[in-house]
Every structure is written in C-alpha cells, then in structure tokens.
C-alpha cells in the first residue's frame, strides 16, 4: 500500500513550457486534491475531484487543468507555466476520517 | 464561504513551555477537523484529527487539541514542548456536505530556542 505517490519530486521549467504533475493513490478514494504551497500563505486549492469522471475549480485554478479519467490518477497539467506558479505542489486524497497526502513536487519556472 | 483561520503566524518560545495555537472555522453543517504538522523540507503529517465524540483529541507526539463547537474553534495544545517540535503546523476543515473541500488555514510557524 503506497498511498499517495507524486512525480516528479523536482522540476525546473522555462517560462511557456508545459507539463505535468502525477498523482496516484491506490486506496481506491473517491476525493482527491491538488493544493499550491507558498511560504506565508498556507495551502490553496488548486482543483478537486470527488470522483472519475467529475473534477472542479478550487481557490486558485488559473493556469492549470486537471483531470480524472480514473479513480487512482488525478495529473495536474500547466500548459504555459508562468513564474507565479514557481512553489511546491502537495496531490492528497482522503476518505471518511483521513487526509493523505503525497511527498510533494517542488516547482520553479524561470 | 468556508474558510479557516490560523491566528498566530510566528511563536517563539522556549523548551519546556506550554504551547497553544488558535485554529477558528467557519463551515456550514457537520464539520471534521485536523491539525498537520509540516517539518523544514518534508511533506504534511497528520497529528490529530476531530470527527466526532469525545472533543478532546489526543495526537502524537503528546498534542492534543479541544474542538469548541460554540467557539467555532479546535486550539492545538501541548504541555511542554520540545526543540524538535520546530516546524510549520496547519489547521484544516473538511465537510462531505460542503463541497467536499479541505480548507487549509494558512498555518503557524513555531520556532523553539534550545
């Protein structure tokens, strides 16, 4: 049982590229959740997904895009990657009584 | 709209001192709360966690945390802390019946001098 599992851990990208981040969990859980961690501000909600098929917009969703073809997959795409977008990058899911979160992917655009 | 306050963005104290760390939520309907301690380069571990019951909740490493439904407040405590207990810690919110979000308060910084 692995539980959530990132990649990559670490990303430089220029400015304009594009890529993606990998979620999987293997818990079979129907939630799942791309947060954005900046020194100061917490966590923010990138996107969501309560189940295959259904994704939707959380706090901060300009410039990404998700989706959810599967219940084990939830892959965070930036299509034209931006300076503000340099952070690091936390895929968790969560059923009934526990959130479980991923090792995290740490972001710079330059 | 729902949300989470983390009042105390930076505490210092000393080793042994008795630790408390304020945590309000504003969410409609039944509400499961948590407390996530993140140490300097790792990811988010749970510490402590409310669903029900007995609204004092006892975690790991000697936190605990008393969920006051009429203060709208879930406060982290520690007796006596310790310099490894230096890290980031966060409050979140999550409600099946609220969009399903988990809402991150923007954490609080604790820093313990040796």
């Known amino acids: 049982n692995a539980g959530v599992t990132q990649t990559p851990k670490f990303r430089i990208l220029k400015i304009g590229q594009s890529m993606t981040l990998q979620c999987t969990q293997d818990?079979?859980?129907?939630?799942m959740y791309w947060y954005r961690q900046d020194p100061g501000m917490g966590l923010k909600l990138i996107y969501y997904s309560v189940g295959a098929g259904i994704t939707d917009k959380g706090e901060v969703p300009n410039g990404y895009n998700v989706s959810r073809s599967t219940t084990e997959d939830f892959p965070l795409r930036l299509e034209l990657a931006a300076p503000s977008q340099t952070s690091v990058y936390f895929c968790?899911?969560?059923?009934?009584?526990?959130?479980?979160f991923g090792q995290g992917t740490r972001l710079t655009v330059v | 709209a729902q949300s989470v306050s983390q009042h105390n963005h930076h505490v210092i104290l000393s080793e042994a001192a008795s630790l408390e760390l304020g945590c309000n939520y504003s969410?409609?309907?039944?509400?499961?709360l948590f407390w996530y301690v993140q140490y300097p380069g790792q990811h988010l571990q749970l510490l402590l966690k409310y669903f029900s019951g007995d609204p004092l909740v006892k975690g790991i490493k000697g936190f605990e945390a008393e969920f006051i439904k009429s203060k709208f407040s879930f406060n982290l405590r520690k007796p006596s802390v310790q310099w490894s207990d230096t890290a980031e810690y966060f409050c979140?919110?999550?409600?099946?019946?609220?969009?399903?979000?988990?809402?991150f308060g923007s954490g609080t910084r604790l820093s313990i001098r040796p």
């Open positions: 968790a899911s969560i059923l009934a009584d526990e959130a479980f």
């Open positions: 969410y409609g309907g039944t509400v499961n």
């Open positions: 818990m079979n859980h129907n939630y």
């Open positions: 979140a919110a999550f409600s099946y019946s609220s969009a399903s979000k988990i809402i």
